[in-house]
């Protein structure tokens, strides 16, 4: 069956690069999709990616895909405090209905 | 302003007790969902609605029942409550059903059951 995983925890110094990873299963076309979830709140959409595609770039994000490892990733760049929050990986296979699928989520901790 | 607003936003109530979470969106979208959010777990689809008096099951919709009289309005009910029910909801809406189409998220609401 479908299943999304990624890393629970990442930590990286204000100014830095963080690179979050994610690898799903399914094995039909996808879109894929990254949202950030701050404390308290819903989540929020970042970006998303069809699974024909192999890279997106959006301002300081930028999502590569590997769809021969079904590898996911979100880079962003120049890490700012306001970057800490919880993103999680997201996919939604074609011909699977409304069906969306999400990891566990990834906290990110950025250090002043 | 474009709002999924959800009430109440924490609850703690006792085993058995019925319980409804209601859900309003002001956006005039057909497609609207529920999830809940478990550590470790991420969120799981429990039923979704793609228009008014059209729902069907998600993957976890046991325990829960939803209905979809109005297009702004989704409610969540919990019929009897249990503990294993103690989780962050979420409604989700989006213009219609395209995975193109953005999904957003209402602010959440904590239920608690003992």
């Known amino acids: 069956g479908e299943d999304v995983e990624q890393s629970l925890f990442l930590s990286v110094r204000e100014g830095d690069s963080s690179v979050i990873n994610c690898t799903y299963t399914?094995?039909?076309?996808?879109?894929l999709y990254w949202y950030k979830q701050e404390p308290g709140a819903g989540l929020q959409l970042l970006t998303y990616?069809?699974?024909?595609?192999d890279m997106k770039q959006d301002q300081r994000l930028t999502v590569l895909l590997n769809k021969k490892d079904k590898h996911l990733s979100l880079r962003i760049a120049d890490t700012q405090t306001g970057d800490s929050a919880i993103y999680f990986c997201a996919e939604r296979p074609m011909g699977g209905g409304f069906k969306t699928i999400f990891g566990a989520g990834t906290r990110l901790f950025v250090k002043a | 302003e474009a709002q999924v607003t959800q009430n109440p936003r924490y609850l703690i109530t006792v085993t058995g007790k019925k319980l409804t979470v209601t859900c309003s969106q002001n956006m005039n979208h057909e497609y609207m969902s529920w999830y809940r959010q478990d550590p470790g777990l991420g969120l799981r689809q429990i039923y979704y609605?793609?228009?008014?008096?059209?729902?069907d099951k998600g993957d976890v919709p046991e325990g829960y029942k939803v209905s979809r009289k109005e297009k702004r309005n989704f409610p969540l009910i919990l019929e009897s409550p249990s503990p294993n029910q103690t989780s962050l909801y979420f409604c989700a809406t989006s213009a219609g059903g395209r995975p193109t189409d953005t999904q957003y998220f209402g602010p959440g609401t904590r239920l608690t059951v003992l």
């Open positions: 609605s793609m228009n008014v008096e059209v729902t």
């Open positions: 399914d094995s039909s076309s996808t879109y």
């Open positions: 990616i069809f699974s024909n595609m």
